[in-house]
């Protein structure tokens, strides 16, 4: 296994441990038709103790908490702003220009989109797939109204779920496994199915505060 790559103007907290292969504060490379700014972006800021593990890549520009642990092979993008004590499951991609608040827990092989918002103590359970973009690459309108989701403190998003673009989970909902949810979705609330519909409340013992 290769050596681990650090660029040398990342910024890297206190008891930060990055394993064999993976890649620290990188510039990312854009295509020549992309719309982001070329101009080089600062250095990534690793908070303390944090844990990069075996062949992961972490971007510069983007900014994680203390205590983040980012899974085998994981991937958190440019301008991301990760929380404390956040976890990036094995395989999970975080793309640019999103938030994640603290102690959210993102599984294994998820994707979460460009310009999303997760609050804190969120679960997103393995293989949820979020999008951004209704028109899916067609029309310069797209530019204008591209969002991600935004998922708000305490909910819960089943394995396989699919978020449509712009679409609010609220604070303490729960999200089915392979729901497709195309519109937002009321606090403390279950949905189901494709398109997710309202199947009840959540239980007042399933509930942070209870």
């Known amino acids: 296994m290769a ?16 394993h064999d292969g993976a ?8 295509s020549p038709r992309s719309t982001t700014s070329p101009e080089p972006l600062p250095p990534a800021e690793i908070g303390d103790g944090t844990v990069i593990a075996q062949g992961a890549t972490v971007f510069a520009g983007a900014k994680l908490g203390a205590r983040v642990l980012v899974g085998d092979g994981a991937c958190i993008r440019e301008r991301c702003v990760i929380g404390d004590d956040v976890v990036i ?44 973009d209704n028109f899916m690459g067609r029309t310069e309108r797209r530019h204008q109204l591209r969002k991600g989701p935004t ?26 496994a392979g729901a497709v949810v195309t519109k937002d979705v009321p606090p403390r609330t279950v949905v189901v199915g494709n398109p997710a519909r309202v199947l009840r409340d959540v239980a007042d013992d399933e509930l942070l505060d209870a």
């Not at 650090?6 to 206190?14: E, M, R, Y």
């Not at 890649?23 to 854009?30: A, D, F």
């Open 3 to 18: 050596a681990a790559d650090v660029h040398a103007d990342t910024v890297l907290g206190d008891g930060v441990v990055v």
């Open 89 to 132: 499951g094995h395989g999970s991609l975080v793309e640019n220009d999103t938030t994640i608040g603290a102690r959210t827990k993102i599984q294994a092989q998820a994707y979460v989109t460009a310009y999303t918002t997760v609050e804190e103590d969120v679960f997103v359970a393995p293989c949820v797939v979020t999008t951004n």
């Open 151 to 176: 998922i708000r403190r305490g909910a819960r998003i089943g394995g396989g779920a699919v978020l449509c673009p712009g679409i609010e989970i609220g604070e303490e909902a729960f999200v089915g």
């Open 23 to 30: 890649i620290v504060g990188k510039q990312p490379v854009l």
